[in-house]
């Protein structure tokens, strides 16, 4: 059904359903949720499945033809009047960090899905064609690279690469797809990726920035460069006792000298610099034996790529000089990379004007987290919408947003995937 020509304009005053929005969230929350208050839903377990399985459910009652890819990203299509026209995206992810919260990744497939469903109840037919997405495997919790879905349709790396990537069990990822049912026959980009014209997602900020400044939208410009690292230190087993303190080759000591040197590296290129050692496995992790391994990840992140090489240089000679001092081994592995991204002008402005319309207060952020838009940014133009989190927390079960906010930054998403879709006359 198409809108009558004098109903168009009527659509500026088309606004979400928030109290559905806020439900859906609580609702999905449900599928891992922890003690605390978080959800815990790592990518590709049974979880993830579940909650893939209620999106999909949701999204086919509002309407959509759905079609999964060999990388399990999910794509619910809305068709517009013409079809042949690129379509507006939106979307982000639903596995979570082990001690995730409700929002993170789960409000933008949300605040799509509610996109879509506030045009099929005002009887809003687009020009172009809609796509809502869950992407596979965001936040490279379990299983690296970070971004596995989204990456994959975007070609930065191999569909092969990310299948062949395996959990600390040494569960790979083209098991744990199949395991779940979510290893789709949809073909992985270059065949999928020349539809799409113009990609949007919306996100908590998971920093202090918006709520410091008592503003609700983020007109996300850019978001930082990532380089992740695998790290082996390799000592030797001993006794605690009878061996000598000048004698020992105790990895978790130089492991303590690195995790030091990855703060100082991201100190010495403040203020837009990070760094951090998210995880560390002693080995054998006993409390009278001399550490023989450690195993631990580094996280770096810059706003320009020239900081981001030199702070790889830093930890490359950081990790040798823990070694030598330490009389142990080392192995670097890179994990992750990729460059500070900015985002299109074009789609940043309809982010803003779609903030000004609503009469929302906003200002521009740069992301420090990594999202799928990310990478969509390679293949079409993207943009991000922020809106705050209380007291900046994410990756942490006590995450939480306000509704009010949340479902103005829904508003946004409507009105700017409005603006790219145009509607059908
Ligand atoms: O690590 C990140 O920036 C995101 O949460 N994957
Ligand atoms: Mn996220
Ligand atoms: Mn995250």
Excluded at 135 to 155: D, H, I, K, L, Q
Excluded at 231 to 244: C, R
Excluded at 283 to 291: A, D, K
Aim: hydrophobic fraction near 45%; aromatic fraction near 6%; include cysteine.
């Amino acid at each position: 059904m198409t809108l009558a020509a004098n109903a168009v304009d009527s659509l500026a005053d088309l606004r979400v359903d928030g109290a559905r929005l806020w439900q859906s969230l609580m609702d999905l929350a449900r599928i891992g949720a922890t003690d605390k208050g978080g959800v815990c839903r790592l990518a590709l377990t049974d979880l993830d499945r579940q909650g893939r399985d209620l999106f999909s459910d949701w999204a086919r009652q509002a309407g959509c033809e759905l079609r999964v890819d060999a990388i399990g990203n999910i794509f619910a299509r809305r068709p517009g009047r013409n079809n042949a026209l690129p379509a507006v995206m939106t979307g982000s992810h639903i596995d979570t960090q082990p001690t995730g919260g409700k929002f993170d990744g789960n409000y933008g497939v949300l605040a799509g899905l509610e996109v879509l469903r506030t045009l099929n109840d005002a009887g809003v037919q687009t020009e172009a064609p809609l796509e809502l997405v869950v992407w596979t495997n965001e936040e490279g919790s379990r299983f690296v690279p970070v971004m596995m879905g989204s990456g994959v349709y975007a070609g930065a790396f191999t569909l092969d690469h990310a299948l062949g990537q395996r959990d600390r069990d040494g569960v790979s990822v083209r098991d744990a797809l199949a395991a779940i049912g979510y290893a789709g026959a949809a073909a992985v980009p270059p065949l999928a990726r020349d539809g799409v014209g113009a990609y949007f997602e919306a996100h908590i900020e998971q920093g202090p920035v918006l709520e410091a400044a008592d503003t609700v939208i983020g007109v996300v410009t850019a978001a930082l460069g990532q380089r992740w690292y695998d790290v082996v230190l390799t000592g030797v087993e001993a006794h605690a006792g009878p061996t000598p303190m000048p004698l020992r080759r105790d990895a978790l000591l130089a492991a303590s000298d690195l995790v030091r040197a990855v703060n100082d590296i991201a100190l010495a290129h403040a203020p837009n610099a990070r760094g951090t050692v998210g995880w560390m496995d002693v080995f054998p992790n006993s409390r009278n034996v001399i550490p023989g391994r450690v195993s631990l990840s580094v996280d770096l992140r810059a706003a320009d790529d020239a900081t981001l090489s030199a702070m790889d240089v830093a930890l490359r000679a950081a990790v040798d000089a823990a070694a030598r001092r330490g009389g142990v081994s080392a192995h670097v592995e890179q994990v992750v990379y990729f460059a500070p991204q900015p985002f299109a002008q074009a789609l940043v402005q309809a982010v803003r004007d779609g903030a000004r319309d609503l009469s929302l207060s906003a200002m521009e952020v740069v992301s420090g987290a990594g999202h799928d838009a990310v990478y969509m940014a390679r293949v079409a133009p993207a943009a991000m919408i922020f809106v705050p989190c209380k007291d900046g927390i994410s990756h942490n079960e006590i995450e939480d947003a306000r509704p009010d906010h949340l479902e103005a930054g829904c508003n946004v998403l409507l009105r700017a995937m409005l603006a790219q879709a145009g509607v059908a006359a």
